[in-house]
């Protein structure tokens, strides 16, 4: 099968990108917008935490002033105890994800997809879980309106296959 020149570029671009050695702060958006070309997506997100879990930290490709003061408690209201340890479990398991319902039966009807992603038209999601050392240290999350069709099996491998990249970005590793 041949490649279309403009996903070849970008994919070289990414992978330059994030072995630049700039810091994740420029990185990472960049990377949100350009991944676009590889892996048709919008409204992007970078979410980064520490190896429990916590402390989490977004970079996002758009801006969300009115959600600012809000998604601390959506959040939570969302991540219940027994819901957080289904989202670890899911995430050690597989290195991508593709579909919400995984995470709840009810992910649709639910406040976080009505209040956070909804209004984006962030339907359809890809997540991929990025690794240091064998540790999650983030996950990419690439979305799609509803009027697109879901994320398939090969750019769910393409999303595999930009992580470790996205790894060395978050090293600083140039």
């Not at 330059?16 to 994740?24: E, M, R």
């Not at 429990?52 to 959506?74: C, K, R, V």
């Not at 939570?76 to 039966?105: I, M, N």
Request: proline share 6%; charged share 20%.
């Amino acid at each position: 099968m041949k490649q279309n020149p403009k996903h070849s570029h970008a994919m070289a671009y990414l992978r330059q990108l994030c072995c630049s050695g700039l810091d994740k702060e420029t990185v990472i958006p960049e990377f949100l917008r350009t991944v676009q070309a590889v892996i048709p997506s919008g409204s992007n997100v970078f979410t980064g935490f520490d190896e429990q879990f916590e402390n989490l930290s977004y970079m996002l490709e758009f801006s969300i002033p009115d959600l600012a003061e809000s998604t601390p408690e959506i959040l939570s209201g969302f991540f219940t105890p027994e819901c957080k340890s289904r989202f670890y479990g899911l995430l050690r398991q597989h290195t991508v994800l593709a579909d919400a319902t995984l995470l709840d039966k009810k992910f649709y009807q639910s406040d976080m997809y009505n209040m956070l992603y909804r209004p984006y038209d962030q339907h359809y999601g890809l997540w991929g879980v990025v690794t240091q050392r064998g540790k999650p240290v983030g996950l990419l999350n690439l979305f799609r309106p509803r009027t697109h069709q879901p994320f398939n099996t090969r750019e769910q491998t393409l999303c595999k296959q930009l992580l470790p990249y996205l790894a060395h970005a978050l090293a600083g590793g140039g």
